[in-house]
């Protein structure tokens, strides 16, 4: 449903903004920082900033602005109210050991996969994956998965709206062959990532659909690639994670 600009509430699009500057990488912003990368007024953000603060959404030190674990109340209010991380947990479980390797679950957010739901056997990211955590959707492999369910149109503004940045070497970042890897994802109905993310990882998706069809999260294997290369990954993986797809087609709303 569109919604009219009078029935948005301007301080309340800008407070996100200013929430959404945190990240990763920018756990300690400034009032600087946080108006150069959310776009607004110095005044603005300082304002935004500080109700966070006083709320007790943020610390602040006297120059930097940090979240504190209070934040989490409005990621758990989701993860609560949807029953899919729940639904997927213990088929993850099973699938991890199965295959013996990690195994996770996540949604699309725009450019962004969310992961909803981990199994994890042992660290093969450098950086720390668990529910919440986000990864670009054009380099994931559950990424390309959840993008292939979206109509053409759908996939290109998804990649205009991308910062389509090279992780390694390997990474696809033309949007001509992007389209072209989705396209075959779309196809074959799985997504094979060869280090694209990070060197030495490779990981398999494949979708989870209702059964009325339609695609309402991705789940992946992760494996290192030393140990499973990406040409094995479908042979070693796919049975098994074919097997959770059609389990769990029935359970879905």
Known sequence: MAVGERDLMGGFVKGLKVLEAF???RQRLSITDASDISGLDRATARRCLLTLSELGYADYDGKFFSLTPKILRIGHAWLSATPLPVLLQP???????RVGHSAS?????NTEIVYIARAAQKRVMSINLMPGSRLPAYSASMGRVLLSALSDTEVDAILAASQLKAHTPR??????????EIGKVRQQGYA???QELEIGLCSIAVPIRNDRGRVVAAINVGAPAAIL???DLSAHCLPAMLDMQAMLKPLLP
């Open 105 to 109: 679950a996540s949604i699309l957010d």
């Open 229 to 231: 290369p990406a040409a």
């Open 192 to 194: 094979v990532i060869d």
């Open 91 to 97: 088929h993850l479980d099973q699938l991890s050991e």
């Open 171 to 180: 990474t696809l970042t033309d949007p001509r062959l992007l389209k072209e």
């Open 23 to 25: 990240g990763p990488e």
